[in-house]
């Protein structure tokens, strides 16, 4: 019942009002703001009501009873004339139509009731005082509060001090019935087109909360490993570091951009990075290990975070190689044909969340300044390890030795050169 409730109301949404109509609708309006517009889009349509109430109410009037309900005609037209220029107002701030409006319908239902009396019903109007909520919205509260009163002062007033039968017509109870009738009729209508327009608002604002949380659990997602992700949105403010015994980091750097790029446009330059970088991101999600940034033309990636570390560290080294085919193949940039340097190596970190706006996360350590240290003494075209690494998955793969490099803040290390898959 609720789901084909709101369905009706996007058909109503998606209708094609004529041009015309949508035109007076926005008669006026000149902010930018979309909840200031809708707001005096509500204002300028119940002033168009008013002109259409009060002109049949006019002509009614004029042809039942020419002479006696003159001053109701009068009446009438002045009302006209004063909604018509509702829309006029909209220049001289956001809320003063919407308080012009209200005043002029104050002051003319009063004169009506006093002029007919309180047989004729036209009291009811009063009523409908909360619909000025509509026309200021939470964030004025107090000018709703305002016309909210008047109305409710209004309303008592009126049945305290105003007669039963009025001075116009006096003896026509039939025509006061009549008018009971109509003001009955439409307080009903407007209560209910004011309860739909409600009920559309409502959800509109719960799509929208719900379209905003939708984004933004994937962009959470889109940061950082799923599992982190799922325990950040169960506990926010729970800090989250988490210490790994032998996880596999692996860094990637561009040989040759920085020179190939400098006389090129943003826009190459980004769509380049964008496509090589899209393709490593998707054989990471091939090998099911986490990519933790890309700094520039470096890209790092981490395995080991979530599962056996040796399954992790043989991921990480198909990784490596596939990542080595993808720039082979690549397009060259301004020329020249890009090559990658990789470090990998595998050893202790600790990996957690920080910041709190823009927050990331990050992982640190030995295994991470390691593998930093392994791809900035690498060569072009290949993949740099440790003998951590090989110790991990070096039964996988094939390696050609390499002479003892010293590595700063480390000493000399015993590396070699991952060259491919091993088989048989």
């Not at 899209?278 to 940034?293: A, M, Q, S, Y």
Request: aromatic letters at 10%; charged letters at 20%; proline letters at 3%.
């Amino acid at each position: 019942m609720k789901a084909s409730g709101l369905a009706v109301i996007e058909r109503l949404r998606k209708v094609k009002w004529p041009v015309w109509l949508k035109g007076l609708a926005s008669a006026g309006i000149s902010s930018t703001d979309p909840y200031v517009r809708r707001r005096q889009m509500v204002v300028n349509v119940s002033a168009l009501v008013g002109i259409a109430d009060n002109l049949f109410h006019t002509i009614q009037n004029l042809t039942y009873a020419f002479y006696e309900l003159m001053p109701l005609s009068i009446y009438g037209i002045i009302m006209i004339c004063l909604f018509a220029v509702t829309s006029r107002l909209h220049r001289f701030g956001d809320n003063v139509a919407a308080i012009y409006f209200v005043l002029v319908i104050a002051a003319g239902n009063t004169f009506v009731v006093w002029s007919l009396g309180l047989e004729s019903g036209t009291q009811a109007y009063f009523a409908l005082g909360g619909a000025a909520f509509i026309f200021f919205g939470v964030g004025h509260w107090r000018l709703f509060a305002g016309c909210f009163c008047l109305a409710l002062v209004l309303l008592v007033s009126t049945y305290v001090f105003a007669p039963d039968v009025g001075p116009v017509m006096p003896h026509d109870l039939a025509f006061r019935k009549q008018l009971a009738a109509q003001v009955m009729v439409n307080v009903l209508i407007i209560s209910s087109v004011l309860i739909v327009y409600a009920l559309t608002a409502l959800h509109r604002a719960e799509a929208a909360l719900a379209a905003e949380h939708e984004r933004a659990e994937t962009l959470i997602e889109t940061i950082m490993p799923r599992a982190i992700a799922d325990r950040l949105k169960k506990a926010p403010e729970t800090r989250i570091a988490d210490r790994h015994e032998a996880v596999t980091v692996l860094f990637a750097d561009l040989v040759g951009f920085t020179p190939a790029a400098r006389n090129l446009q943003p826009e190459e330059v980004v769509g380049f990075l964008d496509g090589l970088f899209r393709d490593f991101d998707h054989l990471v999600e091939e090998f099911g290990v986490e990519k933790i940034k890309t700094i520039g033309d470096a890209y790092m990636v981490v395995g080991g975070l979530h599962g056996p570390a040796h399954d992790a560290a043989v991921a990480v080294g198909h990784l490596a190689l596939k990542m080595m085919g993808v720039i082979q193949s690549s397009e060259p940039l301004s020329g020249v044909h890009l090559n990658l340097r990789i470090g990998i190596h595998t050893g202790p970190a600790i990996a957690g969340v920080i910041g709190k706006r823009r927050f990331s996360y990050d992982v640190w350590g030995d295994a991470v300044n390691v593998a930093s240290r392994m791809e900035s003494h690498s060569v072009a075209g290949e993949i740099q390890v440790t003998d951590a690494f090989r110790s991990m998955a070096g039964s996988n793969f094939d390696f050609q030795e390499r002479d003892a490099v010293e590595i700063k803040g480390v000493g000399k290390m015993q590396t070699a050169f991952l060259k491919g898959v091993k088989h048989g």
